[in-house]
């Protein structure tokens, strides 16, 4: 754990607040574009952490920098909006997340940043280190908002635009506009931008970062066109202070069974037994394993471990890919073992 002290709270359009951090611990740990910081509170007791993307860019001379969305009836955004103060210290765990960009001085990239809302945070992020560490690569941001007015981070992006106006590209898409088949991303939109945009030598790498139903229109129609898969990154902007609609949930094959494994963790093997109603991460917290974890839901690529012996299947994965979940991956927030002696291994 790392303490931070608050240095600023800068108030953003649509509900947002950046704030930026000074580490007192003096080890300023290091994070690559596109990653998350989690935060942690106690109240009397009670652990909570809660995660949010950097907008600030490790490869500038600029401070910690996270921003959050205000969370309608959200315990820790309402606290973070209202209570926090400059110069309060709060506990932060390591910089985590693979929603990351590789700088590399020597690529040419065409690197296409799809956003939506609060969703632009990690990407602009990405932006910035492009930008500046990759003289060669190209960014192609397309920013879809209800308006000009709630854009978060409009005057800062016009900036880089300027300063860059042969390597960045601005698209803006505002639903308030009057030409419909603009207001909105849409297949065809997307298809012309994408074509628009990439040239015959261009190397393109995709990241999107929004709701589901956005970052599932951009994934299908890239694949659509012809993009590998692995050339399509997505990081699910979720709210875990949101209650999940009980009409959405999947259902889940019923299995009354409790099962023994060996959690490794640290170089330590742990027995456990999982009951049917709990998550492998839930018995590993009661016995006082200080488990990495954030969202608890699947959502956040924190938990990720690997199953070296046995299996499991998770209520939910939005970060781990068929493959990646066929080679053993799994996020024990949301993973239960199916079978005794399965050995998972936390990386």
Sequence with gaps: MFKFR???????????????????????????PGQF?????NFEGREVRRSYSFSSSPDLD??????????????????????????????????????????????K???????????????????????????????????SNSSKEQTLFYDELIEWQNKYPDRLKIEFIWSNVKNLLKARLNRDYLIELVNENLKVSSNPIFYTCGPLFYM????????GMGFSEESIRKETFYFPEEEEDDDEKEDIPQDYTSYDIVLRYNKMDYNLTIPPTKTI???????????????????????????VNGEVRMDYNEVLTDREVENGRCLICTAHPIANNTIIEVL
């Design 109 to 143: 990239n065409t690197v296409f940043l799809f956003a939506a809302g609060v969703g632009v945070t990690p990407l602009f992020s990405i932006l910035k280190s492009v930008l500046t560490k990759e003289l060669e690569s190209k960014v192609i941001l397309i920013y």
């Design 62 to 107: 600029e401070p910690y920098e996270i921003t959050v969305k205000r969370v309608e009836n959200g315990e820790i955004s309402r606290f973070l909006h209202h209570k926090l103060a400059i110069g309060d210290v709060i506990e932060v765990m390591e910089p985590l997340g693979i929603f990351t960009y590789n700088i590399d001085a020597l690529q």
């Design 6 to 32: 608050v240095t600023d709270i800068i108030d953003r359009p649509n509900n947002n607040i950046s704030i930026r951090f000074q580490d007192l611990s003096g080890m300023y740990p290091k994070y690559k």
């Design 37 to 41: 910081l989690t935060l942690v509170f």
């Design 281 to 307: 991460l839930e018995v590993g917290l009661e016995h006082k394993i200080r488990l990495p974890y954030s969202c608890k839901s699947g959502m956040c690529s924190t938990c990720i471990s690997q199953v």
């Design 216 to 223: 599932d229109l951009c994934r299908f129609t890239l694949l």
